[in-house]
């Protein structure tokens, strides 16, 4: 029993390492946001098409009041995932990614609206905690600085992201999670198709390898093993463990693009991660 919990957490941690892997692939690929993430979204479509079919997935959608939602959320996260890269591209990976995580206390504010339930003034020192973490990632706030766009892109990144998942909260027990992220991918990469007409896509080739990277090991097997993990482990014991993702984004960043985090990126972040792991053991005691 105690091998399979360790083998449990250790996929769960494997899952989180490969999406962590998007931090230092989106801020290496010397292309435009908009082209990497239809790039991303059309491999990786093409990959949980496949896995579906191997396991024999149903891939039908149950009622067609299921669409609308399928792809509004499709487009928020098309939004968080470009919105995402420009945040890294700005800034570097510690900053891009420990402003997107912000993504949960965001969860919480935003829920009593979205999903009718009780809000809890517990939100409010949360938020508090999370804008003095942001403060001190960039204490000298200059619109002007690519630091504060990157915070900046990172937290509208994050506020796409956290109603995306609000949307598609209710629908989460009734499909195959890799199937709801085929849908997700197909959505992306029909909404992003009109920017392969204007935007520049003559790095295609050089950058195809790190292209297939970011779909296959990041989006299509690191979301997959997410997705699988999380039938072992609650939902907030689950955000807990992944809190280590910017952290496994750090260190990726420091071994293949040598970017160094300042003391400012570690004080400030440790805030943003405190407060995670509060509001997961919070909601977890409920």
């Not at 009734?174 to 199937?179: A, I, K, P, S």
């Not at 805030?271 to 995670?276: E, K, N, Y």
């Given at each position: 029993?105690?091998?399979?919990?360790?083998?449990?957490?250790?996929?769960?941690?494997?899952?989180?390492?490969?999406?962590?892997?998007?931090?230092v692939?989106?801020?290496?690929?010397?292309?435009p946001?908009?082209?990497?993430?239809?790039f991303?979204?059309?491999?990786?479509?093409?990959?949980?098409?496949?896995?579906?079919k191997?396991?024999?997935?149903?891939l039908?959608?149950?009622?067609?009041?299921?669409?609308?939602?399928?792809f509004?959320?499709?487009?928020?996260?098309?939004?968080?995932?470009?919105?995402?890269?420009y945040?890294?591209?700005?800034?570097?990976v510690?900053?891009g990614?420990?402003?997107?995580?912000t993504?949960?206390?965001?969860?919480?504010f935003l829920?009593?609206?979205?999903?009718?339930?009780?809000?809890?003034?517990?939100?409010?020192?949360?938020?508090l905690?999370?804008?003095?973490?942001?403060?001190?990632?960039?204490?000298d706030?200059?619109?002007?600085?690519?630091?504060?766009?990157g915070?900046l892109?990172?937290?509208f990144?994050?506020?796409?992201?956290?109603?995306?998942?609000?949307?598609?909260?209710?629908?989460?027990?009734?499909?195959?999670?890799?199937?709801?992220?085929?849908y997700?991918?197909?959505?992306?990469?029909?909404?992003?198709?009109?920017?392969?007409?204007?935007?520049?896509?003559s790095?295609?080739?050089s950058?195809?390898?790190?292209?297939?990277?970011?779909a296959?090991?990041?989006?299509?097997?690191?979301?997959s093993?997410?997705?699988?993990?999380?039938?072992?482990?609650?939902?907030?014991?689950?955000?807990?463990?992944s809190?280590?993702?910017p952290?496994?984004?750090?260190?990726?960043?420091?071994?293949?693009?040598?970017?160094?985090?300042?003391?400012?990126?570690f004080?400030?972040?440790?805030?943003?991660l405190?407060?995670?792991?509060i509001?997961?053991?919070?909601?977890k005691?409920?």
């Amino acid at each position: 029993m105690q091998q399979n919990h360790l083998k449990n957490i250790a996929g769960l941690l494997l899952a989180t390492l490969f999406i962590s892997t998007s931090g230092v692939l989106g801020r290496y690929i010397a292309m435009p946001s908009e082209i990497i993430i239809w790039f991303r979204s059309a491999f990786a479509a093409v990959f949980l098409y496949l896995f579906c079919k191997y396991r024999k997935i149903d891939l039908r959608v149950k009622s067609t009041k299921h669409y609308f939602p399928f792809f509004i959320g499709g487009v928020f996260m098309a939004a968080h995932w470009v919105t995402y890269f420009y945040a890294l591209k700005l800034s570097n990976v510690a900053i891009g990614m420990l402003s997107l995580y912000t993504f949960p206390v965001l969860i919480a504010f935003l829920e009593p609206v979205f999903l009718k339930t009780k809000f809890n003034p517990i939100h409010i020192v949360l938020g508090l905690l999370v804008l003095l973490g942001l403060y001190i990632l960039s204490p000298d706030f200059n619109i002007e600085s690519s630091s504060v766009q990157g915070i900046l892109f990172g937290l509208f990144s994050a506020l796409c992201y956290a109603i995306r998942i609000l949307i598609l909260k209710q629908y989460v027990l009734q499909y195959n999670g890799v199937l709801l992220m085929l849908y997700q991918t197909i959505v992306i990469a029909v909404c992003l198709f009109p920017t392969l007409f204007f935007m520049d896509i003559s790095g295609f080739q050089s950058q195809l390898p790190y292209l297939l990277l970011l779909a296959l090991l990041t989006t299509a097997i690191g979301h997959s093993l997410m997705v699988h993990s999380l039938q072992f482990f609650t939902a907030s014991t689950a955000s807990i463990l992944s809190s280590v993702q910017p952290i496994f984004g750090i260190i990726l960043a420091f071994l293949f693009l040598s970017e160094i985090p300042t003391m400012h990126t570690f004080i400030g972040g440790s805030l943003i991660l405190a407060t995670v792991v509060i509001e997961s053991i919070r909601s977890k005691n409920k």
